[in-house]
């Protein structure tokens, strides 16, 4: 059968969840991208209320902790991560009051919320940013941000070379209260979101406060946005080189992974670590709360040039936990996911913190899709490929995922077995890459496309007003009621494997795994008490029977000593 949960192996291990010093070592953490998760008022957005309705079924697939793209209030020039008032929340997803509520009944249900946090940028709607451009030169206000006078004979130029990720300069000129052509500020985004200068007091006051308000209203913790970039080169040095992006994630540049971010984190780590645990030991009671602390985390959005430079943003006086993203940009190929394994638990044992995993996000073309086409294009694909591969290796990669040591994030629909919409007509689309000349390749809304919740409907129980991005054909037999209770379906694989990695003994936390021989385009690796196998490769391939079949990503058969290990396929044992 595909799937096959047997009862776990007992024992106790150095690895094993209980020998843990925090939740968030070995946490599954589910992201909700809210405007695509579920929209509780019917006008085609999804909303808090709409995720606070929804998470019992949160809690019944057995994540840990919810991570929750932001909601604060935003023009949304790119979808809320352009940030007008941290401590409010938008209009179209409900009220400060919402929040609470979201956080309350997440706690009553066992489940931890973790908030984004952007704060390499606002909006340009933000006060202070209004304030220095209606005071014009000379604003102390203008400090708080970049502005530089041009180069040229009228300033007619950009201050520097630098490019913005979403393409064109990263520069954008203003204009002064008079009327004539001002200095220019920096955005490494969009022109709607204007940097912080980070080097000024009042910046890193204002963020010690907006930790608190969050942390006091009951958070556990902070999914920091372009962490790598607040800090800046001094001097604003140029480049000297064209199509910066190709640059990205191979070299430190001057606006990312400077080490003068550091400060800030180990500044933000003396805030967090003040605080008790949101839920407690036991659970969410007062009780609870009072006894435990160190329970609210920090979680690092870091594009740096190697794994050994992402450890540093969690060392043990700064974050609790980065993104992998160099296991995200891995191909499904047997030799480089051991590499990047390899180099990921190496990197992050020394200083003690959590390896993290992650197949998909909201910035990405779904792993379903990526694994359906070839290898070597990157991590947005605008073609469908082969939808059965792409599903069967999307499975295996999963099991592989929640089998190793450290913590495991889940986006949002991944469950399901979604594949990115890449059918969508531009009138639809809206990501603020799209629409620009150059950058990124703007198809990010193929990832972003509601979830369905039900087989019929008018958004597939999304909510009853349609929704703000186009569902494809087909999108209802993919949902979580046409799922539910289907032995096979990807979604009841989901819920197993969360389950048997709680309950195992060997898996969840750790630092390390014990490779076993294999052959070529598979992997065979050992925890305590347990046996990972992954073939990589397009034919069945036969291997010794490993003990008992805990869990399988696709059906597989038993003769004797041996198993016919299907293609593209993980089955996890117990020994």
Same mark, same amino acid.
């Given at each position: 059968?595909?799937?096959?949960?047997?009862?776990? /192996?007992?024992?106790?291990?150095?690895?094993?969840?209980?020998?843990r010093?925090?939740?968030?070592?070995d946490?599954?953490?589910?992201? $909700?991208?809210?405007?695509?998760?579920?929209?509780?008022?019917?006008?085609?957005?999804?909303?808090?209320?709409?995720?606070?309705? !929804?998470?019992?079924?949160?809690?019944d697939?057995?994540?840990?902790?919810? =991570?929750?793209?932001?909601?604060y209030?935003?023009?949304?020039?790119?979808?809320?991560?352009?940030v007008?008032?941290y401590?409010?929340?938008?209009?179209?997803?409900?009220?400060?009051?919402?929040?609470?509520?979201?956080?309350?009944?997440?706690?009553?249900?066992?489940?931890?919320?973790?908030?984004?946090l952007?704060?390499?940028?606002?909006?340009?709607?933000?006060?202070?940013?209004?304030?220095?451009?209606?005071?014009?030169?000379?604003?102390?206000?203008?400090? !708080?941000?970049?502005?530089?006078p041009?180069?040229?004979?009228?300033?007619?130029?950009?201050?520097?070379?630098?490019?913005?990720?979403f393409?064109?300069?990263a520069?954008?000129? *203003?204009?002064?209260?008079?009327?004539?052509?001002?200095?220019?500020?920096?955005?490494?985004?969009?022109?709607?979101?204007?940097?912080?200068?980070?080097?000024?007091p009042?910046?890193?006051?204002?963020? !010690?406060?907006?930790?608190?308000?969050?942390?006091?209203?009951?958070?556990?913790?902070?999914?920091?946005?372009?962490?790598?970039?607040?800090?800046?080169?001094?001097?604003?040095p140029?480049?000297?080189?064209?199509?910066?992006?190709?640059?990205?994630?191979?070299?430190v540049?001057?606006?990312?992974?400077?080490?003068? $971010?550091?400060?800030?984190?180990?500044?933000?780590?003396?805030?967090?670590?003040?605080?008790p645990?949101a839920?407690g030991?036991?659970?969410p009671?007062?009780?609870?709360?009072r006894? #435990?602390?160190?329970?609210?985390?920090?979680?690092?959005?870091a =594009?740096?040039? *190697?794994?050994?430079?992402?450890?540093?943003?969690?060392?043990?006086?700064?974050?609790h936990?980065?993104?992998?993203?160099?296991?995200?940009? *891995?191909?499904?190929?047997?030799?480089?996911?051991?590499? $990047?394994?390899? %180099?990921s638990?190496?990197?992050?044992?020394? $200083?003690?913190a959590?390896?993290?995993?992650?197949? /998909?996000n909201?910035?990405?073309?779904?792993? +379903? *899709?990526r694994?359906?086409?070839?290898?070597?294009?990157?991590?947005?694909i605008?073609?469908?490929?082969d939808?059965?591969?792409?599903?069967? !290796? +999307?499975?295996?990669?999963?099991?592989?995922?929640?089998?190793l040591?450290?913590s495991?994030?889940?986006?949002?629909?991944e469950?399901?077995?979604?594949?990115?919409v890449t059918?969508?007509?531009?009138?639809?689309?809206?990501?603020?890459s799209?629409?620009?000349?150059?950058?990124?390749?703007?198809?990010?809304?193929?990832?972003?496309?509601?979830?369905?919740?039900?087989?019929?409907?008018?958004?597939?129980?999304?909510?009853?007003?349609?929704?703000?991005?186009?569902?494809?054909?087909g999108?209802?037999?993919?949902?979580?009621? #046409?799922?539910?209770?289907?032995?096979?379906?990807?979604?009841?694989?989901?819920?197993?494997?969360?389950?048997?990695?709680?309950?195992?003994?060997?898996?969840?936390?750790?630092?390390?795994?014990?490779?076993l021989?294999?052959?070529?385009?598979?992997?065979?690796?050992?925890?305590?008490?347990?046996?990972c @196998?992954?073939n990589?490769?397009? @034919?069945?391939?036969?291997?010794?029977?490993?003990? %008992?079949v805990?869990?399988?990503s696709?059906?597989?058969?038993?003769?004797?000593?041996?198993?016919?290990?299907?293609?593209?396929?993980?089955?996890?044992?117990?020994?």
């Open positions: 059968m595909t799937q096959h949960l047997a009862a776990p /192996s007992t024992g106790t291990s150095a690895d094993a969840p209980g020998h010093t925090g939740w968030w070592q946490a599954v953490i589910y992201q $909700v991208y809210p405007r695509s998760f579920a929209d509780g008022n019917g006008d085609g957005m999804g909303d808090l209320a709409g995720v606070t309705a !929804r998470l019992p079924y949160l809690r697939l057995g994540v840990d902790a919810v =991570w929750l793209s932001p909601f209030a935003s023009p949304q020039a790119d979808a809320g991560y352009d007008a008032d401590r409010a929340i938008d209009p179209m997803f409900g009220t400060l009051l919402d929040a609470d509520a979201l956080i309350r009944d997440a706690h009553e249900l066992g489940l931890r919320i973790i908030v984004d952007v704060p390499n940028h606002s909006s340009d709607r933000h006060e202070w940013f209004r304030r220095a451009l209606a005071e014009g030169p000379g604003s102390a206000l203008r400090d !708080r941000y970049h502005f530089r041009g180069k040229g004979t009228d300033g007619e130029l950009p201050p520097n070379d630098w490019e913005s990720i393409g064109g300069p520069w954008t000129r *203003t204009t002064d209260p008079d009327g004539t052509p001002g200095d220019w500020y920096l955005h490494l985004f969009a022109p709607e979101q204007p940097d912080f200068n980070w080097e000024h009042a910046v890193a006051d204002e963020f !010690r406060s907006i930790l608190r308000f969050w942390l006091d209203m009951g958070v556990d913790g902070f999914r920091v946005d372009v962490a790598h970039g607040l800090v800046k080169a001094e001097g604003l140029d480049l000297g080189t064209h199509d910066q992006l190709k640059l990205l994630g191979n070299d540049m001057p606006f990312f992974d400077q080490d003068g $971010v550091h400060a800030v984190y180990r500044s933000w780590r003396t805030i967090l670590d003040e605080y645990d839920m030991p036991e659970g009671s007062s009780e609870g709360r006894r #435990a602390t160190g329970g609210r985390i920090l979680v690092a959005e =594009w740096t040039p *190697t794994v050994e430079r992402t450890a540093n943003y969690v060392r043990p006086d700064e974050m936990q980065a993104f992998n993203f160099q296991y995200l940009a *891995t191909a499904w190929d047997a030799q480089a996911l051991r590499e $990047v394994i390899d %180099t638990l190496n990197a992050m044992r020394p $200083v003690g959590p390896t993290t995993w992650v197949l /998909s909201h910035d990405v073309t779904r792993h +379903a *899709t694994f359906a086409n070839p290898p070597g294009l990157g991590t947005q605008r073609t469908a490929g939808r059965e591969l792409g599903l069967r !290796r +999307a499975r295996a990669a999963t099991l592989l995922m929640l089998a040591p450290g495991a994030y889940v986006y949002q629909g469950e399901l077995g979604l594949p990115d059918e969508l007509p531009d009138e639809a689309r809206q990501d603020p799209f629409f620009r000349a150059e950058g990124q390749d703007g198809f990010r809304d193929g990832c972003r496309v509601p979830i369905p919740w039900t087989r019929e409907g008018s958004s597939h129980g999304f909510g009853t007003g349609g929704s703000w991005l186009p569902q494809p054909a999108w209802g037999e993919l949902s979580i009621e #046409a799922q539910t209770g289907v032995a096979g379906s990807t979604l009841e694989l989901y819920r197993s494997a969360i389950a048997a990695r709680r309950a195992h003994p060997g898996l969840g936390a750790g630092t390390a795994v014990e490779w021989d294999a052959p070529e385009g598979l992997l065979i690796f050992a925890r305590p008490g347990f046996v @196998t992954v990589t490769t397009d @034919t069945a391939v036969r291997i010794p029977v490993r003990g %008992t805990l869990l399988s696709a059906p597989v058969t038993t003769d004797g000593a041996e198993i016919e290990l299907p293609a593209d396929t993980t089955v996890w044992w117990t020994v």
